[in-house]
């Protein structure tokens, strides 16, 4: 019964730095954006990421929040839920394909939509990746993930931002590196394989 306790409190601890670190870090570029990005830029940046985050989990049916209740159960079907989750994956794909165009004319300039496409793939993929390492109780991989992904985020913000000067490669740079760190840091011999 002690143990029991001592992996909550373990585990609290580990998703407490990892989230508190990755908020610190976004906070810490707030400056560097209001510094160098217009209104305009810093508005259209925000409507990306706040659409993303509205149409994600009606498109996956939020799969992979109960990717994390099927794997806890410890049953022998762990392949057949993580099969599911990424056929929904595809699915959404293919349909948020199909609706990009309409974003365009709707919501965003038509010269972000492959930013948005792009980043809605990388980050949808990464929740499911995410949500499959909590549910495989890889608390550790979990709350490390979102520090290494905001120290990237930062830091490539920074070169592109104010180094380079460029605000149309951030999106680009920043979303292909955070699924890159998520991909390399999940798939690995522990993930089953889909057929």
């Keep these: 019964m002690d143990d ?4 909550l409190g373990k585990n609290i601890g580990i998703i407490t730095i990892g989230n508190f670190a990755s908020k610190i870090l976004s906070f810490f570029m707030m400056p560097v954006y209001t510094a160098v990005l217009s209104t305009a830029d810093y508005g259209i940046s925000d409507l990306i990421s706040t659409s ?9 049916i939020s799969v992979s929040e109960g990717l994390v209740r099927f ?6 079907n762990r392949k057949q839920y993580v ?4 056929y929904i994956w595809l699915v959404s794909l293919v349909i948020m394909f199909l609706l990009t165009p309409l974003m365009g004319n709707v919501v965003l300039d038509g010269k972000f939509l492959g930013f948005f496409f792009g980043l809605y793939a990388m980050n949808s993929m990464k929740s499911i990746l995410l949500q499959y390492a909590r549910g495989s109780e890889r ?18 913000n920074i070169v592109s931002l104010v180094i380079l000067r460029d605000r ?7 979303g292909f590196f955070s699924c890159f760190e998520s991909i390399f840091g999940f798939i690995n011999k522990d993930l089953p394989r889909i057929n």
Aim: charged residues 20%.
């Design 4 to 7: 029991k306790y001592k992996k």
């Design 52 to 60: 993303i985050s509205l149409i994600y989990p009606i498109l996956t």
């Design 71 to 76: 794997l806890l159960d410890k049953d022998d």
């Design 83 to 86: 099969s599911i989750c990424f």
């Design 139 to 156: 608390i550790f991989q979990y709350s490390i993930s979102g520090i290494i992904e905001s120290f990237i985020y930062l830091s490539l």
């Design 168 to 174: 149309r490669c951030t999106n680009i740079i920043v």
